[in-house]
């Protein structure tokens, strides 16, 4: 314990500053690209991206903002799961999640709080960095045991989450049942949340300290400028985490999975989306 007291105490610096990088790179833009891709299940209306691939029969059944909203969603879930070079990708994550997530736990052991004492904004922030990443750890583990590793155990719902049908496995997973939502479903979206809430502040407060860290934000001005620059990032990043859960806990399940159905058949059959609408052409 005092070979590894000691390392920690002569790397301080080094480690502090690898501990704030890894949780900007890569945690940090993958969180800002995963909040704003489950966020077009709400802002997808205004885009016509994946709802192409959505047969003229669906769109009518189900609406032309449905149609929208679910295809974009699920056009930019397949582009992901199909990049190339995706398993490096999400190594490189896990890398990253692991190192912040052991040496934020080691500082957050051995810090110490004294808000008790002095109840100043800065005491109390610092304390809820702590917290939000304790929830934060606890969420993401949940979340990928649910949906990626496939724990259904854990989950409301038996149905697996899948790739293909993103929007409706996603939905299931926080309501539990095909309409309304039952009581597991309702403590799962109740921890969505908490979970999201706590990622999103403590990355943008995370953000904040990461620059007194290396030394970017000297004067006291200069902090409180960053200050209300990472407050604006924070409400934005919580406006499309709360924006893509309530838009999952609204959908209609039934008409995401037809939706779902006719981009995958599109996509299996590999014909463009302008060649399916072309009358065929008459032979003679």
């Known amino acids: 314990m005092a070979n590894d007291s000691g390392f920690m105490n002569r790397h301080y610096f080094l480690l502090r500053r690898l501990h704030s990088l890894s949780g900007l790179v890569p945690i940090g833009f993958f969180m800002m690209a995963h909040l704003l891709t489950n966020a077009s299940i709400a802002w997808g209306m205004v885009n016509s991206r994946g709802s192409q691939y959505v047969s003229a029969d669906t769109i009518e059944a ?29 190594v490189s994550l896990w890398l990253g999640i692991g190192f912040h997530s052991v040496l934020g736990v080691y500082y957050a052991r051995t810090g110490k709080s004294n808000t008790k004492r002095y109840a100043y904004q800065d005491n109390w922030r610092y304390n809820l960095q702590r917290s939000t990443g304790y929830i934060a750890i606890f969420y993401i583990f949940y979340h990928v045991a649910t949906l990626r590793w496939g724990w259904t155990f854990l989950s409301p719902t038996s149905t697996a989450w899948s790739h293909e049908q993103a929007a409706s496995t996603f939905s299931l997973a926080l309501r539990g049942q ?107």
């Open 62 to 90: 189900v609406g032309e903002i449905t149609a929208r909203q679910v295809g974009t969603f699920q056009h930019d879930v397949g582009f992901i799961n199909n990049m190339p070079f995706l398993i490096m990708i999400e």
């Open 178 to 284: 095909m309409s309304g939502i039952s009581a597991f479903g309702m403590a799962v979206s109740l921890f969505y949340f908490i979970g999201v809430t706590a990622c999103v502040y403590h990355f943008a407060n995370g953000l904040w300290t990461a620059a007194i860290t290396w030394g970017l934000t000297v004067s006291e001005a200069a902090q409180k400028r960053w200050g209300f620059a990472c407050a604006g990032l924070g409400a934005g990043l919580m406006a499309l985490a709360w924006s893509s859960l309530i838009g999952f806990l609204l959908l209609d399940i039934e008409a995401a999975q037809k939706i779902e159905h006719d981009i995958k058949a599109s996509h299996a059959s590999h014909i463009e989306p302008e060649a399916r609408s072309e009358p065929a052409a008459e032979t003679h």
